[in-house]
Nanobody, 117 residues
Framework: VQLVESGGGLVQPGGSLRLSCAAS????????MSWYRQAPGKERELVAG????????NYADSVKGRFTISRDNVKNTVYLQMNSLEPDDTAVYYC???????????WGQGTQVTVSS
């Protein structure tokens, strides 16, 4: 299983970014996917999750109305559209799934998002 994030970077407050996570090595369409983030000195927290076929999503209260999670089961990719970014959104963002017969945890390597003027 491999999860590869991309799309992070430096953005001004109020700006937007779209993160992507390309998945391989498992039947992508069979498993829910999530985005987590970890800011310096803080614990890793759930940002958003999406069910296997995208019919159900959930968000942390801090990002509701600003972030949108989506997936493309043909491209084996999950996305996180982030709008109205705030300095408190600065963190390393990780793609996550619990997949396979043994339902093991899999994490991507993370992508840095920095919101600063």
């Amino acid at each position: 299983v491999q999860l590869v994030e991309s799309g992070g970077g430096l953005v001004q407050p109020g700006g937007s970014l779209r993160l992507s996570c390309a998945a391989s090595g498992f039947t992508f369409s069979s498993y829910a996917m999530s985005w987590y983030r970890q800011a310096p000195g803080k614990e890793r927290e759930l940002v958003a999750g999406i069910s296997s076929f995208g019919g159900s999503t959930n968000y942390a209260d801090s990002v509701k109305g600003r972030f949108t999670i989506s997936r493309d089961n043909v491209k084996n990719t999950v996305y996180l559209q982030m709008n109205s970014l705030e300095p408190d959104d600065t963190a390393v963002y990780y793609c996550y799934t619990k997949a396979g017969r043994l339902r093991r945890d899999y994490w991507g390597q993370g992508t840095q998002v920095t919101v600063s003027s």
